[in-house]
Structures are given as C-alpha cells and as structure tokens.
C-alpha cells in the first residue's frame, strides 16, 4: 500500500521538474539570451515521462527486481533518440551543448526517481 501512495508524489515531483525546465527555456527565449526549439524538448521530456511513469508503474506493481533495467533501457533509448535528432534538426546542431545538458538534466532527474526507488525497495527487504 505504501508503494502505491509513493507514486503520484514522484510523478508530480518529476513534472514540477519538467515544468521548471520549460519555465527556464521560455525566461531564457524571452530574454533572448537563447532561442531553443520546443519540439526537442518535447521530446526529451516525453521520452523521460514514459521511462519515469513506466518506472513507477513496475515499483507499484511490486516487479522491483527489473527498475534497473528498465532505467538503462530508456536511457539507451533516449540517447538514441538525441542521436536521431541531431542528425536531421538543424537548430540541434546550433545548440548541441545547450541539448546535451538538458539530456543530462533530465537524465540526473531520472537517476533521482531510480536510486529513491532502489531505497524503497530496500527497506521493504530488510521488513521481510
């Protein structure tokens, strides 16, 4: 039951973070200090959002023994799906540190969510 109530707090630990980045692109659009393409970040986010919710999903589900894998699955995915963007977005290679670090932002968000769920899953080991 405890696993159930962890995860909409995650979930929406993760979209307060989503929406701080965007909210941080859009000050930093406005400003014109930097003028990045949505439609990456979109995609940087949505790709996280479905590793993260599947995550939960597994950690609620109580098929712990897999999150790890499926973490290393997204990521590699992930980094796939940055490899095919900048091969055909002409703005990504303009901006391609700019991108690479909000890869790795939202990638160190990730690692957060796997590691306090690792955690989680530990002390539920150690009642047992």
């Known amino acids: 039951m405890k696993n159930l109530k962890?995860?909409?707090?995650?979930?929406?630990?993760?979209?307060?973070?989503?929406?701080?980045?965007?909210?941080?692109?859009?000050?930093?659009?406005?400003?014109?200090i930097l003028n990045l393409s949505y439609k990456i970040h979109f995609l940087l986010f949505f790709v996280t959002?479905?590793?993260?919710?599947?995550?939960?999903?597994?950690?609620?589900?109580?098929?712990?023994?897999?999150?790890?894998f499926i973490f290393l699955g997204f990521v590699v995915f992930k980094l796939f799906a940055i490899g095919y963007i900048a091969l055909f977005e002409s703005d990504f290679k303009n901006n391609l540190l700019v991108y690479f670090g909000m890869y790795w932002l939202y990638l160190a968000a990730e690692v957060v969510l796997v590691v306090a769920l690792v955690r989680k899953q530990d002390e539920c080991h150690k009642n047992i």
């Open 6 to 32: 962890l995860i909409p707090t995650y979930a929406l630990l993760f979209l307060l973070f989503s929406a701080l980045m965007f909210l941080v692109q859009w000050i930093l659009e406005t400003q014109g």
């Open 49 to 68: 959002l479905v590793g993260v919710v599947t995550m939960l999903l597994v950690f609620g589900l109580k098929k712990k023994n897999i999150i790890g």
